[in-house]
């Protein structure tokens, strides 16, 4: 009896090890800061095949993956008081004339958390996982999508 008594003691205290293991380990991981977003520039973006739908390896390397992108805020609704999607366009004249620029220059843009209009600045920077992946809106196809962890404002 004693050595089963022993045994379930020792199971238990093996237990508490690697509890406490694994609880300072995620306090350990929690603590380290996420790597910096990549910068992607238009002059990349433009890169892409908008009729093919092929990347060049050097735009690849950005699919899927954590950047912040600098353009201008065209929304996708006429709900003016909350924004929850819209375009990122490069400069402030494809935001208003027709016809819309091509879908390598135009990030179809989601954000996980709608924001107050006012909250929406242009021009902006955008950060989120990009994805190289054609998307049409009323407004024009788009090459790119995003869904945007933060926007915040475009300071010269």
Known sequence: MRCKQIGII???CFGLAVGFFVLSNQEKSAKIPSKPPVEVK???LYTLDYKTGKAPKELKVYDGKRVKIAGF???LSDNYS???EF???PDAQSCIHVPPPPPNMIV???L????SSDKVFNPAWITGILKIEKADSQYGAAGF?????KLEEYVY
């Open 87 to 89: 375009l990122l366009v």
């Open 145 to 149: 999508q995003m869904v945007v962890e």
């Open 73 to 75: 805020v065209v929304p």
């Open 108 to 110: 179809q843009s989601k």
């Open 82 to 84: 909350v924004v929850d």
């Open 112 to 115: 996980a958390t709608p924001l």
């Open 42 to 44: 238009w002059e990349q």
């Open 10 to 12: 020792a199971a238990v």
